[in-house]
């Protein structure tokens, strides 16, 4: 089983929907948890860190769920400008200092 | 933008020959991770220095080497250049290299081995 699995879609959508992604990960003292976001040829830069409690940050939403190592982020009223690569990433604690990323979904936000 | 960066932006070598990529971390961070990134791929944990010491390593084969120096910037060595080894090389800094650190990436380096 891969360290982290997500769906690599593409998952086509139009302006204003919608959409979830998942991703589930292996390693059950992992700590922390982020969602990246990486343009086409670019570097992947961080959307937001993933909280137990969840968090929102205007129209994202990511979700924790430590007892089923799944891991979410929710887009709503989506935008062109959201066409991307979403990376979810964990970070395992303890003495470990590496980032463990997902083969990222690809998001195309359709007119 | 982060101010992570990194030099070359693209390189193309044939296999067998060896390559340098560098990397300037942000100021104020004294720890750099490097990751391969190949395409279609997450990227892939290289390993990481603190204070210019290796501070952890992926499953990667010992070619590859790092240096850190005392400003904080960083290399990545790569000898015997395989096929596979084609990809974006990405190096990211953080304040402490700490899983409550974010790590800020670079643009990277576009590496091609022919």
């Known amino acids: 089983r891969k360290e982290v699995e997500q769906d690599p879609g593409p998952f086509n959508v139009p302006e204003g929907a919608t959409v979830a992604f998942n991703c589930t990960y292996s390693?059950?003292?992992?700590?922390?948890f982020f969602w990246y976001r990486q343009d086409c040829r670019k570097e992947p830069k961080l959307l937001m860190s993933?909280?137990?409690s969840g968090n929102e940050d205007g129209r994202f939403t990511a979700q924790l769920n430590r007892a089923s190592q799944y891991i979410s982020l929710l887009i709503r009223d989506s935008k062109l400008s959201d066409s991307a690569t979403y990376l979810c990433?964990?970070?395992?604690?303890?003495?470990?200092?590496?980032?463990?990323f997902g083969k990222g979904t690809k998001l195309s936000v359709i007119p | 933008e982060t101010g992570v960066t990194q030099s070359p932006t693209h390189l193309i070598k044939t296999r067998g020959q060896q390559v340098t990529l560098r990397c300037s971390s942000q100021?104020?961070?004294?720890?750099v991770s490097w990751y391969q990134q190949a395409l279609g791929q997450g990227p892939q944990f290289i390993f990481q220095?603190?204070?210019?010491?290796?501070?952890g390593r992926g499953n990667f084969p010992p070619r590859f080497s790092g240096l850190q120096f005392p400003n904080y910037s960083s290399e990545l060595n790569v000898n015997a250049l395989e096929l596979d080894d084609s990809a974006l090389y990405l190096c990211?800094?953080?304040?402490?290299?700490?899983?409550?650190?974010?790590?800020?990436f670079g643009p990277g380096t576009r590496l091609t081995v022919l």
């Open positions: 390693n059950s003292a992992s700590q922390s």
């Open positions: 100021s104020g961070h004294n720890t």
């Open positions: 993933v909280y137990s």
């Open positions: 220095y603190y204070r210019e010491e290796e501070n």
């Open positions: 990433v964990v970070h395992s604690g303890a003495g470990s200092y590496q980032l463990t």
């Open positions: 990211a800094s953080s304040l402490t290299g700490t899983d409550t650190d974010t790590q800020y």
